[in-house]
């Protein structure tokens, strides 16, 4: 159940233009073989990016997949990210360094990861807060159009005016 709700929001986003690349991270998923190692995941996303080409990049993160993701977040990567429940928030030191926009969501019966991570990306001056009603730590998944609205007018925020 989870990868049809998934799917129709890929698909929802490339109805709108987006180029939508969903890969399956190692060690999770249906990736064979080992996990990469926590300080090596931010390195491998950028490699991936580079071979697949991609340079304008929009990320979606959910939970642990953050921990790719965070990290560059400093970084003139990403065009903007949105940050579903993500974990290993307390990590960022510097909040102020963190310029990339960001969308932080979370459902409303989450009652841990969510609001925590909320919490400690409050701090970062381009980040964006928004608590998805009727929806668990996955978001995403359990009210998946209340979670596809929210990330398109924060897509259109970002592509007309570039900034928050």
Not at 12 to 22: E, N, S, W
Not at 69 to 89: H, K, M, W
Not at 131 to 139: R, Y
């Amino acid at each position: 159940m989870q990868r049809r709700y998934s799917i129709l929001s890929l698909s929802t986003f490339a109805a709108l233009g987006y180029h939508c690349i969903a890969p399956d991270l190692p060690g999770s998923g249906q990736t064979r073989g080992p996990a990469v190692g926590v300080h090596d995941k931010p390195q491998f996303l950028l490699s991936f990016l580079d071979a697949i080409g991609v340079k304008h990049v929009i990320v979606v993160t959910a939970s642990m997949a953050a921990q790719y993701v965070l990290p560059l977040l400093a970084r003139d990567i990403f065009v903007c990210a949105v940050g579903i429940a993500p974990s290993n928030t307390h990590e960022i030191a510097q909040p102020a360094l963190y310029r990339t926009p960001i969308l932080v969501l979370w459902g409303d019966h989450d009652t841990s990861l969510g609001p925590t991570a909320a919490a400690n990306l409050r701090a970062l001056p381009n980040a964006r807060l928004h608590k998805i009603p009727n929806a668990g730590h996955a978001c995403h998944l359990s009210n998946a159009q209340a979670f596809e609205e929210v990330c398109v007018n924060f897509f259109d925020l970002i592509r007309n005016y570039h900034a928050l």
